[in-house]
């Protein structure tokens, strides 16, 4: 055994052998020389534990095969691409929402070159990064004054802390959310430096708890709207004109949390329980807060819009600074905004728009020509047919409503489904599917035309991964 280590190539042969591929030659090479070495690490291993047990098993010429795909599969970003199958259209795993493609020209050209970020080109002068969305955000939304942060997590601590730091805020028991990752909303007004003064029980809630409330300590009325659950049945809560008449009655602000928040009115889809924010900014609502990157479908951010006055102490606060938006997240919401003044436009070319939208027949289009293309991929060892099924529109909009559309299902023989499931997670790109039932189910709704011969060319990596081990 210890004799078979000296025919181990050496590293300087091993990397003249890789220095003539291709895709690897714009790799550092101190990247790729560390992968030969772990690769090696690997073969010592393999002699050791008696995997290797003859000198042609480490001969260059055998080997080179498995260090081609080591050094491939290594050498990936770790921050990569995937085939989202699952039919969630925002799906927070895998990044939520794609951009449009004039966000992501916004967003190239503000990474390529110089930019009037934060320069007035009126004056010569410096300028404010807010002026490039506060305009536009304002036209549609009906607001005075807009505002922008890095999600809305920060757009809900950075009202509650401008505008209700050390008192009251009255909030019902049953809008105390949690949204993913444990992140409720005590916690942030805790850190905020309000005071949270829940009212009303889970189901029900008046404007006399509300007004009962109200004391010499109370800051500011707030609403959460519940856009991840839904509780029915028995119930009630106060309405936002009956609060904005309570606000005013009392001259107390009243701030909105719609959570995901959405410009274009879904209810012509079936889609109900969720106010635009045109809405919410029309019954009252004096701050408004809502996420960039869920429904409206544009980059992670914060969306603050309502009065000017409120809006501009938000403005002022130093904690501001630590959480502003950068260039690229400016270009590609105001690219993703423009699609909004003709909402026509918008559910054409904003994609979480699009899907969510999208018709019976054009999903089963696409499910025919995905089947079509996994036949021709796999050939005899799949079983593949069309399902009717449900997406889901995820990004906790819609909690209560399923997306009908078609499904394309996948059997290969003699793979367990839950073998072929995680093996999927290992091509190039991964393709992310979902079993039911026992069943191993691709959504087309969440791919695009341009990637179905990609999630064909995935299930054809991973069976052959499957059937070769």
Same mark, same amino acid.
């Given at each position: 055994?210890?004799?078979?280590?000296?025919?181990?190539?050496?590293?300087?042969?091993?990397? $003249?052998?890789?220095?003539?591929?291709?895709?690897?030659?714009?790799?550092?090479?101190?990247?790729?020389?560390?992968?030969?070495?772990?690769?090696?690490?690997?073969?010592?291993? !393999?002699?050791?534990?008696?995997?290797?047990?003859?000198?042609?098993?480490?001969?260059?010429?055998?080997?080179?095969?498995?260090?081609?795909?080591?050094?491939?599969? @290594? $050498?990936?970003?770790?921050?990569?691409?995937?085939?989202?199958?699952?039919?969630?259209?925002?799906? &927070?795993?895998?990044?939520?929402?794609?951009?449009?493609?004039?966000?992501?020209?916004?967003?190239?050209?503000?990474?390529?070159?110089?930019?009037?970020?934060?320069?007035?080109?009126?004056?010569?002068?410096?300028?404010?990064?807010?002026?490039?969305?506060?305009?536009?955000?304002?036209?549609?939304?009906?607001?005075?004054?807009?505002?922008?942060?890095?999600?809305?997590?920060?757009?809900?601590?950075?009202?509650?802390?401008?505008?209700?730091?050390?008192?009251?805020?009255?909030?019902?028991?049953?809008?105390?959310?949690?949204?993913?990752?444990?992140?409720?909303?005590?916690?942030?007004?805790?850190?905020?430096?309000?005071?949270?003064?829940?009212?009303?029980? &889970?189901?029900?809630?008046?404007?006399?708890?509300?007004?009962?409330?109200?004391?010499?300590?109370?800051?500011?009325?707030?609403?959460?709207?519940?856009?991840?659950?839904?509780?029915?049945?028995?119930?009630? !809560?106060?309405?936002?004109?009956?609060?904005?008449?309570?606000?005013?009655?009392?001259?107390?602000?009243?701030?909105?949390?719609?959570?995901?928040?959405?410009?274009?009115?879904? @209810?012509?889809?079936?889609?109900?329980?969720?106010?635009?924010?045109? @809405?919410?900014?029309?019954?009252?609502?004096?701050?408004?807060?809502?996420?960039?990157?869920?429904?409206?479908?544009?980059?992670?951010?914060?969306?603050?819009?309502?009065?000017?006055?409120?809006?501009?102490?938000?403005?002022?606060?130093?904690?501001?600074?630590?959480?502003?938006?950068?260039?690229?997240?400016?270009?590609?919401?105001?690219?993703?905004?423009?699609?909004?003044?003709?909402?026509?436009?918008?559910?054409?070319?904003?994609?979480?728009?699009?899907?969510?939208?999208?018709?019976? !027949?054009?999903?089963?289009?696409?499910?025919?020509?995905?089947?079509?293309?996994?036949?021709?991929?796999?050939?005899?060892?799949?079983?593949?047919?069309?399902?009717?099924?449900?997406?889901?529109?995820?990004?906790?909009?819609?909690?209560?409503?399923?997306?009908?559309?078609?499904?394309?299902?996948?059997?290969?023989?003699?793979?367990?489904?839950?073998?072929?499931?995680?093996?999927?997670?290992?091509?190039?790109?991964?393709?992310?599917?979902?079993?039911?039932?026992? !069943?191993?189910?691709?959504?087309?709704?969440?791919?695009?035309?341009?990637?179905?011969?990609?999630?064909?060319?995935?299930?054809?990596?991973?069976?052959?991964?499957? &059937?070769?081990?």
């Amino acid at each position: 055994m210890s004799q078979l280590f000296r025919y181990l190539p050496s590293v300087d042969q091993v990397l $003249s052998s890789l220095a003539s591929v291709e895709e690897f030659q714009s790799l550092p090479r101190t990247l790729v020389k560390a992968l030969v070495n772990d690769f090696l690490d690997i073969c010592r291993e !393999e002699i050791r534990s008696a995997v290797v047990t003859t000198e042609k098993q480490l001969s260059l010429e055998v080997l080179l095969p498995r260090l081609t795909a080591f050094v491939r599969v @290594q $050498s990936r970003p770790h921050f990569r691409r995937v085939l989202n199958g699952t039919g969630v259209v925002i799906h &927070t795993n895998l990044g939520r929402s794609l951009l449009a493609k004039s966000a992501v020209k916004a967003v190239a050209d503000a990474c390529a070159h110089y930019s009037n970020c934060e320069f007035d080109l009126s004056t010569g002068h410096r300028g404010s990064r807010y002026s490039h969305v506060e305009k536009i955000l304002c036209d549609i939304t009906g607001a005075e004054a807009a505002l922008v942060v890095n999600n809305n997590a920060a757009a809900v601590f950075i009202m509650l802390e401008t505008l209700a730091k050390g008192r009251e805020v009255i909030v019902s028991r049953g809008q105390l959310v949690e949204i993913g990752g444990s992140f409720r909303i005590p916690d942030v007004m805790s850190k905020s430096g309000a005071i949270l003064h829940e009212v009303g029980a &889970t189901n029900r809630s008046h404007v006399h708890d509300y007004e009962n409330a109200i004391n010499d300590a109370t800051g500011a009325l707030m609403r959460v709207h519940t856009s991840n659950f839904r509780v029915v049945g028995f119930t009630k !809560e106060v309405t936002l004109p009956e609060m904005r008449e309570l606000g005013d009655k009392y001259n107390l602000p009243v701030i909105e949390d719609l959570g995901s928040g959405s410009l274009y009115s879904l @209810q012509a889809e079936g889609l109900l329980g969720e106010p635009t924010v045109q @809405q919410t900014v029309a019954q009252g609502a004096d701050v408004v807060s809502f996420s960039g990157d869920k429904v409206l479908g544009g980059p992670q951010a914060g969306i603050i819009v309502g009065r000017k006055d409120y809006i501009d102490r938000i403005k002022k606060n130093p904690i501001n600074r630590a959480m502003r938006i950068d260039k690229m997240t400016l270009a590609a919401l105001e690219a993703t905004l423009r699609l909004y003044l003709d909402m026509d436009e918008a559910r054409r070319k904003v994609p979480t728009l699009r899907m969510i939208t999208a018709s019976q !027949e054009a999903l089963k289009s696409k499910a025919r020509r995905l089947a079509e293309a996994i036949r021709t991929a796999l050939g005899e060892r799949a079983v593949v047919s069309m399902k009717k099924g449900v997406s889901r529109v995820g990004g906790g909009a819609f909690p209560e409503y399923d997306l009908p559309g078609t499904m394309v299902s996948v059997g290969v023989k003699n793979v367990f489904v839950g073998d072929l499931k995680d093996a999927l997670l290992q091509t190039d790109p991964p393709l992310v599917a979902r079993i039911e039932d026992d !069943e191993f189910l691709l959504d087309p709704r969440t791919l695009t035309s341009s990637e179905l011969k990609l999630a064909a060319s995935a299930l054809k990596q991973a069976v052959v991964f499957l &059937t070769e081990k």
